[in-house]
Structures are given as C-alpha cells and as structure tokens.
C-alpha cells in the first residue's frame, strides 16, 4: 500500500481534526499517536496522520520527532508532507512552525512552503497575511490569552518570521483568486527572489482548493484543516482515491462516560458552563492539583460515585485572571504539570470503566491520551466542524472525542455523549 499523503500534526486534537477533515472528503485515514511501535500493522489507508505533541516543546525536539515522522511517512510512499499546525497559528517567537518548516522543506527538498491556517468552515480566514478568528483579528481574539502560546500578532508573515531563517512572502488573495496557474506562477516567483516559505491568503473553500491542487504538487506544505480539504481535492482529483469512504459502523462500547477540561479557551468555558447543573461538574483546585497525589485520589473518588447515574465533567479550565494568577505564583511550567494531573484522573476513571471519554484541550488530550497508551485512533461520524468520533485502536477499546480548544459550539458536551455509545 502506497500513501496517497503523509500528515504530521503538531498536537493530538489537530490531528483529528485534519483526519476528520480528509475522511469528509472520502479519504481512508488513521490517526497515529507518535510513531507506530514495532509489530503495528498499518490498515488500508490513504492518508495517515502522525499526531506529535510538539507544538509547545522546544524547536530542537519538535524538529527531530516531525523529521522522524517524516521519513516514515515517505517511506511509506507518500510524496507530500502535510505539517498540520493549528487555525489560530498557535506558536512562539521560539517556534515551531518555522523551525519545523525549514527542516521539512531541507529534509524533503523543497524549494518553498506554502503556509496557510485558514480553515472558513470554522471562521478562520486570511487576508492581507493576517488571520481572523470569525469578525476578529486573531490578536483580539480570546487566543490572545491563551496559556501556553498567547497570540498577539494578527500579521502571519511578521509572526513566521521572527521564527524562521529564511525570508517568508506572501501570495495574496488577489492571486488565490485567480486560480492554481497563479498561485503556482506566484510560489514560483518567490522562490526566484530567495523566499522560502510563503503565507498563503485564503477566506473560502475554493482558495483552498486552488491551493490543494499546487501544494499536491509540492514536496511539503504547512497549513489546518482548509489546507488539507485541498489536497485532499487534489488527490481525488489526481484519480489517485478511487473508492468511496464510509463511515465505520462500530458497535456500542459501554461503559461509562466522562468529560475532562483542560482548555482555558473561551469555547471551552463557555461549553462548560452549558452543562454545569445538568450533569455533576468538579471545578478542580488546580494548585492542590499540582501539589498533591491525594486530589487525584479524590477527584477519581467523587467521581466514581457519580458515574452510576450517568457523565461527570472535570475540569481545571479558568478564565484569564486565574490562568494568569496560576502562572506567576507556579511559573510557566504549570501547564504542564496539570496536564499530568488530568492524565492521572484520566488513568484512574479508565481503570475504574470510563471508556467513553471526552478530553477538551490539544495539550490535555495528548497528555490523555499518552497516558492510556493508546496507539492509534479510527476516524468516526462528525461532532462538530474539526472534531470527530474517534474509536481507540491498542489499550482498552474505548470511544473518545478530542476537542480542540476552541472549536464546537455551546451543546458540544450534549451531542458528543449522545453519539458516543
Ligand atoms: N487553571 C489553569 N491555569 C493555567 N493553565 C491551565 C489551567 N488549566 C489548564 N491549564 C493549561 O492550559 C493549557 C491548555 O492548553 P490545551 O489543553 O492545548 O487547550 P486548548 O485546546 O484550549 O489550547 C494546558 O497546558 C493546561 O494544562
Ligand atoms: O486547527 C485547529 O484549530 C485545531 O485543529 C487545533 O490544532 C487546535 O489546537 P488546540 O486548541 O490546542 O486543541
């Protein structure tokens, strides 16, 4: 079996948010959680999505791991790389989307990157290079506060930059929408002039199947979802996808379900409140959380005892007064250390029947679903737009949804337990 397209994504939600994407569009696909262990047998696939939890880690450590997933991807016979990065451009001056960028593009030998997050079915739009979160310019957007990579620069040519060596263009919307031959003319042009990445202007689908039908074309491209939505075009296009995907029908898993908040985003917050008296929700304290093993103990205990009469919600999530307090009286490392917090509730309500479990955060989902062993994901029915049902491949059989931050609307908790069986 040869790939069709090899993806890496800098986190675990991204990286079924892209699956859920290509699967949409009638690719066959599985999420790989990191690199698959010896004695993995690959299903017959399209596309594979190697889900890395690189997107907060040191550039040196993203470079190396999304390398390694690269060279296992080619070997595979996929001749496009996909580096899926998230909508909201998440990253520091630090990295890792330059940094990885340029090592793909050198290790794949590829002239230039096309870049792009625009993503319009969830209101993430390019303009000018710089990226709107629906109406709002991403640096007015809650992103502006978020934990981990706060994002307070709209302009993606100006942020790319500042992570990356090599010069970084743009290809504005004016081409886009004039078609492949022009995009491809102007990506050609910039190599010309030395540029070796370039963000691509998108605010529809039909820019980013234009672009789909040139980055297919290319050695390696960076981008979310809308990017992916156009190769994935291309590919079928290219003949290359010549049956129809359908859905997996997968049997009921039982057991018991929970939900476990790690995103401070304001999607997150907001869904959390939607169910807040509906079903029993514990608002962890987050210091005694990364102080003590016994809240572990405890919250598993609470919640046992409540799972009998249906889900139970955890969750750390706070608005940006608290993130901002937990942040300088524990330093910027707390968020990693209540990720692994949450993963240990996690291991604690699996062993005590959870398998039906909802993680919303990129970061607490990969510390999650790490923790479980889990070693790949099926792609199942759509939640929202980005999110999907995901049936756990190796550990317990097991139905999980990985919701990014942001996305899904005020009902997301209700409709994901109603689908998750
Ligand atoms: N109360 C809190 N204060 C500070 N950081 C928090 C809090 N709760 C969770 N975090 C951390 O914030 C980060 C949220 O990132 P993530 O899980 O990727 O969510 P999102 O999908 O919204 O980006 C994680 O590292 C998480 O551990
Ligand atoms: O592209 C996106 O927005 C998502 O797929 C994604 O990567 C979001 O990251 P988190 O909000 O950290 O889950």
């Known amino acids: 079996m040869k790939l069709v397209l090899g993806c890496i994504a800098d986190d675990y939600t991204g990286a079924s948010d892209l699956a859920n994407t290509l699967a949409r569009?009638?690719?066959?696909?599985?999420q790989t959680i990191g690199l698959p262990r010896e004695g993995f047998v690959l299903p017959e696939v399209d596309a594979v999505v190697v889900a890395l939890k690189t997107r907060s880690v040191p550039p040196g450590e993203a470079v190396a791991r999304v390398l390694a997933a690269a060279d296992w991807l080619r070997g595979r016979g996929a001749a496009h790389v996909m580096f899926k990065i998230c909508s909201t451009f998440d990253s520091t001056d630090a990295g890792n989307i330059g940094p990885v960028t340029e090592a793909l593009a050198g290790a794949c030998g590829a002239?230039?990157?096309?870049?792009?997050p625009a993503f319009p079915e969830t209101g993430r739009t390019v303009f000018q290079g710089h990226l709107f979160v629906g109406s709002r310019p991403?640096?007015?957007s809650p992103l502006k506060d978020h934990p981990l990579n706060p994002m307070r620069d709209s302009d993606l040519v100006r942020v790319l930059v500042r992570q990356s060596v090599g010069r970084v263009g743009l290809v504005p919307l004016d081409v886009v929408e004039d078609g492949a031959a022009a995009i491809a003319e102007s990506l050609l042009a910039l190599v010309g002039e030395g540029y070796r990445a370039a963000i691509i202007d998108a605010v529809a689908e039909r820019h980013l199947t234009a672009l789909g039908e040139v980055a297919f074309g290319m050695k390696v491209s960076a981008g979310a979802s809308g990017l992916g939505l156009g190769l994935a075009r291309a590919a079928i296009a290219a003949g290359l996808v010549v049956h129809g995907a359908a859905d997996e029908a997968w049997p009921d898993v039982g057991g018991s379900a929970a939900i476990i908040a790690g995103s401070c985003s304001a999607a997150t917050l907001d869904q959390i409140a939607a169910v807040d008296g509906r079903i029993p929700v514990r608002r962890l304290d987050v210091s005694r959380l990364i102080g003590s093993d016994a809240c572990v103990a405890e919250t598993v205990a609470w919640a046992v005892a409540k799972l009998g009469d249906g889900p139970v919600l955890l969750a750390s999530s706070e608005a940006p007064d608290g993130v901002a307090a937990l942040k300088s009286a524990h330093g910027e490392a707390v968020g990693a250390r209540i990720e692994g917090g949450l993963a240990e509730i996690a291991a604690g309500l699996?062993?005590?029947?959870?398998?039906?479990?909802?993680?919303?955060g990129g970061e607490t989902s990969g510390a999650v679903i790490d923790r479980l062993g889990v070693a790949a994901l099926r792609i199942g029915a759509e939640i929202a737009p980005g999110v999907p049902l995901l049936r756990g491949v190796g550990g317990e059989v097991m139905l999980f949804a990985l919701k990014s931050g942001n996305f899904g609307g005020r009902d997301f908790f209700t409709r994901a337990l109603a689908m998750m069986r």
Do not use: C, D, F
């Not at 569009?25 to 599985?30: A, D, E, F, H, S």
């Open 350 to 360: 699996v062993a005590r029947g959870v398998r039906r479990l909802i993680v919303a």
């Open 25 to 30: 569009q009638g690719l066959r696909v599985v």
């Open 138 to 140: 991403l640096h007015e």
């Open 111 to 116: 002239a230039i990157v096309p870049v792009t």
